[in-house]
């Protein structure tokens, strides 16, 4: 099953040609910063199976081994891959997917550093 995604301008475009493998929030303060919220929920699989198709991602090494993607246009967060934690797995937003409908994460990450401000019960 093919997915879709990209920015909020446009200039991104991505698409997976595989399964998705994985769905989970993570509450790190590096991913708050990075997005600018309380949490990020990310959906990852194989790297092989992604591709851009329109544009290019710029990169930040948020620490080593640690590559986040972003539109240089509008800023919109869009991808994290971990070489060191998770080699050969690439993770994007879920919320830059076109449709996200389908995304079910199954685990919350790094809890310790969730925010007082998200109104619901830690896992």
Same mark, same amino acid.
């Given at each position: =099953?093919?997915? $879709? ?7 991104? @475009? ?7 493998? +994985?769905? &989970?929030?993570?509450?790190?303060? +590096?991913?708050? @910063?990075?997005?600018?919220?309380? =949490?990020?929920?990310? /959906? ?5 199976? #992604? ?5 290019? =991602?710029? %990169? #930040? $090494?948020? *620490?080593?081994?640690? @590559?986040? !993607? #972003?539109? *240089?246009?509008?800023?919109? *967060?869009? &991808?994290?891959?971990?070489? %060191?934690?998770?080699?050969? $797995? ?5 919320? +830059?997917?076109?449709?996200?409908? !389908? /995304? @079910? ?6 809890? $310790?550093?969730?925010? +007082? ?7």
């Amino acid at each position: =099953m093919a997915h $879709e995604g990209g920015c909020i301008c446009g200039a991104v @475009r991505y698409a997976w040609g595989g399964p998705l493998r +994985s769905a &989970s929030h993570c509450h790190c303060r +590096s991913c708050q @910063r990075a997005v600018g919220a309380g =949490m990020v929920t990310f /959906v990852g699989g194989a790297l092989q199976d #992604f591709a851009l198709t329109k544009g290019e =991602m710029a %990169v #930040f $090494e948020s *620490s080593p081994g640690v @590559r986040r !993607g #972003f539109c *240089s246009a509008c800023g919109t *967060s869009l &991808s994290y891959e971990n070489q %060191v934690g998770w080699p050969g $797995e690439f993770h994007v937003t879920a919320a +830059s997917l076109d449709d996200p409908s !389908g /995304v @079910r994460p199954t685990q919350h990450s790094f809890c $310790e550093d969730r925010q +007082s401000f998200l109104d619901y019960p830690k896992p």
